[in-house]
């Protein structure tokens, strides 16, 4: 295939995924202890990027694919706030701009050979990008997460999965808990059937302007195994549990998971609270970013080490194949609802998220064809 129809190609599939995605969004790029003092290659989006840090310490993402001869600029050299290219030395800063071009007599700046670059941020040790309208990034759009700003009462661990699925088969799983008295057994302990379970939890959906809560509270069951084996819980003591997940678009989910005794404040439990952040890679394939915190037994490696064995049982060994499965099954199809699944009353978050998702992607398109529409008229009368 001759190199421009390649690219053509390329750029199909990428505005392809771009119309399935909210734009003007924050995403997780990267954490931030992933891009040190080496650059970092990641596909976002159907993109393959770099990402780099300044002698500032601020991070720069750019497209990783040097212009000239489509070297990965990540495979480089770093000089100060630049990437120098492998292949033929052209050097690239932050914002994309070929700064210096050692063939030519002054050394100076190529401007033909500028590159895509996105806005970025670090929130919660995790680099941040906004595959958007520049103009629109907005930093104090990304929502606040309560237990990350609480670093005094909460220790953290955290973790990346590779998810072969569409990002919002990773959203409908998780803003449908159910499923984990089938998928997750462990975390009961096998001490109640799944139909026990499910008669123990009450559902409440609460659809916000821009948010879905979905209030999941388990009574009178004991505490889950997580609990008991870590923290201490009494198997036999009946608790009460809070299991909600926020979600907000496109795929952030602040999930509140605590027990306590039945009787008891709130405050006086133990509370495993995480934040989970997806990522599409490209079509069918996502980044799978969460942290988890606790607020008992902090400073203790051995907890780290067993509650991401935990994590790694339930989002990698069980979670995960599962999803894969199931994008398996919808073949070349990246929309669930095309196919035309039936629905249970436990599909009412997941349902509500892809409407609201939905609706903000349909604004957001609608919007800027409305500004081109009107650029196009302003450019026609000038």
Known sequence: MPPANLSALMAQVTESILLSILKNAWYAAAFSDEVIDKPLSRTLVERKVALFRGEDGKVGMILDRCPHRFAPLSAGRQDGDTLECPYHGLRFNRAGECVYNPHSKTKGPLRAADIPSWPVMERYGIIWFWPGDPQQADESSLPSIDFLDKPEEYALVKGRLHVRGHYELVVDNLLDLSHAAFIHPQFSGGANTPEEILAATSQRLERRARS???????????????????????????????????????????????????????????????????????????????????????????????????????????????????????????????????????????????????????????????????EGVELTAS
């Open 212 to 374: 879905i809560v979905n209030h999941r509270i388990r009574t009178g069951l004991g505490p889950s195994s997580a609990h008991v084996r870590l923290f201490g819980m009494d198997p036999a003591i009946p608790v009460e549990s809070d299991l909600t997940m926020t979600w907000y678009p496109p795929a952030m989910l602040d999930f509140a998971l605590g027990s306590w005794e039945m009787g008891q404040e709130r405050e006086q439990g133990i509370h495993i609270p995480q934040l989970h952040i997806i990522t599409p890679e490209t079509e069918f394939t996502s980044h799978y970013f969460f942290i988890n915190g606790r607020n008992r037994r902090q400073g203790e490696p051995e907890v780290d080490k067993a509650l991401l064995d935990f994590f790694d049982m339930a989002f990698a060994r069980q979670d995960e194949p599962m999803i894969e499965m199931v994008q398996a099954n919808m073949g070349a199809v990246s929309d669930i609802n095309e196919l035309g699944p039936i629905l249970l009353p436990t599909d009412a978050a997941p349902v509500s998220a892809r409407r609201m998702l939905a609706d903000l992607i349909a604004t957001e398109r609608h919007d800027a064809e409305s500004r081109q529409s009107n």
